[in-house]
């Protein structure tokens, strides 16, 4: 195994473990409290916005990992790099649109630029 592929493979370790762990120990724990913000009326957006923002960086790191993957062994092919981007910001912009029931509008720009990357790389 290369390095470029032993850190793609470490990258996609420690998002598995950012999600998985830090919904068991902190994100759950944090939803317990009694003092968070009420916006729009109760916590539950804001618990629902704080679980979709953890969780993009799991994403993030894996669509990382998957470029350095494929940049393993030379030049990148950026029509690759382009659809790993914008499958990656869909992906992201689905659980803001999911968890937080359409109300948090990073979503729409997350979709926007990741349709724009897909598009570039069809091109």
Do not use: C, Y
Not at 20 to 30: A, K, N, P, S
Not at 46 to 74: E, K, N, Q, S, Y
Not at 80 to 103: E, M, S, V
Request: aromatic share 10%; proline share 2%.
């Amino acid at each position: 195994m290369s390095a470029l592929q032993l850190t793609a493979v470490l990258l996609f370790l420690l998002g598995l473990a950012h999600s998985v762990l830090g919904e068991r120990f902190i994100l759950i724990r944090l939803f317990r409290r009694d003092n968070l913000p009420k916006l729009f009326g109760g916590t539950d957006f804001t618990t629902r916005t704080l679980r979709f923002a953890w969780h993009i960086t799991t994403v993030t790191w894996w669509a990382l990992a998957v470029m350095l993957w494929h940049l393993d062994g030379g030049v990148a092919d950026a029509r690759f790099l382009l659809r790993t981007i914008g499958l990656a910001l869909l992906a992201a912009g689905a659980l803001p649109l999911l968890l937080t029931r359409g109300r948090h509008l990073s979503w729409i720009v997350l979709w926007l630029v990741g349709a724009v990357a897909l598009l570039q790389a069809a091109r």
